[in-house]
């Protein structure tokens, strides 16, 4: 079993739509938590990073509880350049490395 | 702003060479982290620097090597390639800061797409 467990969908939504993606890890001594976006054959780049109760950036909501080792993405109106495989990250230890999950893909259509 | 550097690029190898990757932090990073993509995986943790010493290690394979120089720039030195080193290989870099703050994040380079024949 994985770290970080996520739904690989893929999710296949219409241009507006709004879109929530789930993720569960197993480590409750992970301390940060943070949502990176991968385009194909191109390096992960962080969207958002998720703390304590969680936090909001424009069209994006995370959310962490801590209790159930449960974090989620909210994406609102969605964008057609917002296809991608969203990948949910934990990091534990003093230095931090990122555990990442299996990544859900995400395909907006007009 | 400035980005994390890797270089090259891109590699082709035969089984059995050797190969090195570079990589360039972003300026006043302190910390870098190397990580393994394989084909349709996720990002799999190998080894960490922090002021030049090893700070941790994860699933690298004992064929593989990593230093960190006076500079802060690292190098991954991979020795004896098989078929199933092929793979995406990502550096990133954070800058010093207390634990949870904002400094932590990690920041990707680009990747070095190796491809062992």
């Known amino acids: 079993r994985k770290e970080v467990e996520q739904d690989p969908g893929p999710f296949n939504v219409p241009e507006g739509a709004t879109v929530a993606f789930n993720c569960t890890y197993s480590?409750?001594?992970?301390?940060?938590f943070f949502w990176y976006r991968q385009d194909c054959r191109k390096e992960p780049k962080l969207l958002m990073s998720?703390?304590?109760s969680g936090n909001e950036d424009g069209r994006f909501t995370a959310q962490l509880n801590r209790a159930s080792q449960y974090i989620s993405l909210l994406i609102r109106d969605s964008k057609l350049s917002d296809s991608a495989t969203y990948l949910c990250v934990a990091a534990s230890g003093g230095y931090n490395k990122l555990i990442f999950g299996a990544g859900t893909r995400l395909a907006v259509h007009p | 702003a400035a980005g994390v550097i890797q270089s090259p690029r891109h590699l082709i190898k035969e089984k059995r060479e050797t190969a090195t990757l570079k990589c360039y932090p972003i300026?006043?990073?302190?910390?870098v982290y190397w990580y393994q993509q394989g084909p349709g995986q996720d990002p799999q943790f190998l080894i960490s620097?922090?002021?030049?010493?090893?700070?941790d290690k994860g699933s690298i394979p004992d064929r593989f090597s990593a230093q960190q120089f006076s500079d802060y720039h690292s190098e991954l030195n991979m020795s004896s390639l098989e078929l199933g080193d092929s793979a995406l290989y990502f550096c990133?870099?954070?800058?010093?800061?207390?634990?949870?703050?904002?400094?932590?994040?990690?920041?990707f380079g680009p990747g070095t797409r190796l491809l062992v024949l």
């Open positions: 998720v703390y304590s």
């Open positions: 300026p006043r990073h302190d910390t």
């Open positions: 480590n409750s001594a992970s301390q940060s």
């Open positions: 990133a870099s954070s800058s010093p800061g207390r634990w949870g703050s904002e400094q932590e994040t990690q920041y």
């Open positions: 620097f922090y002021e030049k010493m090893q700070s």
